[in-house]
């Protein structure tokens, strides 16, 4: 009898299906946080897999800031209109409106933090008892902390003190009314395995990861792009880059790298050279040692 290797990447996969199977299972009404990037477009085609040839049975939930990347927008509303799933749309802007947060001011300012109230708010009119999300251990120190099924409070809030266990892959996703769970499916891939498993994959990602030409000013040691929602300060100029992104967040934030890698073949190349972590352009995280912990603590993705 010949035998049967599963390789790396088809042991992700496996692991990420089993997770994705159980949140089904364990919850009445769970859905996959959706940004438009590479990372949820992963779990997305996983839950694709998971399923087939079933339809996915989540709902699709994006927190639109308001600065997003217009790419990224179209990118959405095109994978939405070919799943034929419900997308669910809360809004940082009618957050503002309705003053449940504060728009921030100054060269920095960002929508980033804001997401938290307007996400909170989103699970809880939706009745949402769990949130599926593309967080992966290797990309920061706060999210190597967090477990396959993540508990959250009736305040949506995470304490990494308090964490439960999870030997020989039980997972336990009891709650109480009120409180919710994150689950992370691809907990356990890195960057290299995310992009080894699109090309493999032949997965659709926005034109933005690939290396294209833009308007942009250095800040924070990355080059952030253009838009309406950036002021320039005095002494930055804007120069023409040939640039792409290895994260996406709001363009107000997301800082990209100078590449020539304009094919998958060519990233996959890049990214085992890269001696720097993905979220290293991503301004939202410099503000503190702790950023990210901070704002997972209060609810944030």
């Not at 364990?26 to 339809?55: C, M, R, W």
């Not at 792409?244 to 996959?268: N, P």
Request: glycine share 6%; with cysteine; net charge negative.
């Amino acid at each position: 009898m010949s035998k049967y290797y599963l390789n790396y990447l088809d042991e992700l996969e496996s692991e990420a299906i089993y997770i994705l199977r159980e949140v089904w299972a364990q919850f009445e009404n769970p859905v996959i946080l959706f940004s438009g990037g590479k990372d949820s477009i992963l779990v997305t085609h996983l839950a694709k897999k998971a399923f087939y040839p079933s339809k996915i049975p989540f709902a699709l939930m994006h927190v639109d800031t308001g600065h997003n990347f217009p790419e990224t927008i179209k990118f959405r509303d095109d994978l939405i209109e070919k799943l034929g799933v419900k997308l669910i749309v809360g809004s940082v802007q009618e957050s503002i409106d309705q003053g449940r947060v504060a728009e921030e001011k100054g060269k920095n300012a960002t929508r980033n933090s804001l997401q938290i109230t307007t996400l909170l708010d989103a699970i809880e009119q939706n009745k949402v008892d769990c949130a599926i999300g593309g967080g992966r251990r290797d990309e920061e120190k706060a999210r190597a902390k967090e477990r396959f099924f993540s508990h959250r409070d009736d305040f949506g809030q995470w304490d990494p003190k308090n964490q439960r266990p999870e030997l020989w892959n039980l997972l336990n996703g009891k709650h109480f009314e009120g409180e919710h769970f994150r689950a992370f499916p691809i907990s356990n891939w890195t960057e290299m395995d995310v992009w080894n498993y699109i090309k493999r994959e032949n997965i659709s990602i926005p034109s933005l990861y690939f290396a294209h030409q833009r308007d942009v000013v250095f800040r924070s040691n990355s080059w952030i792009p253009v838009s309406e929602y950036l002021n320039l300060e005095e002494g930055e100029k804007v120069e023409k880059k040939k640039i792409r992104f290895r994260t996406l967040g709001d363009i107000t934030i997301t800082g990209g790298i100078e590449s020539e890698a304009d094919t998958l073949e060519k990233i996959v190349q890049e990214v085992s050279a890269m001696r720097k972590t993905e979220r290293g352009d991503r301004s939202d995280d410099k503000r503190s040692e702790t950023a990210m912990e901070d704002r997972k603590k209060q609810g944030y993705f």
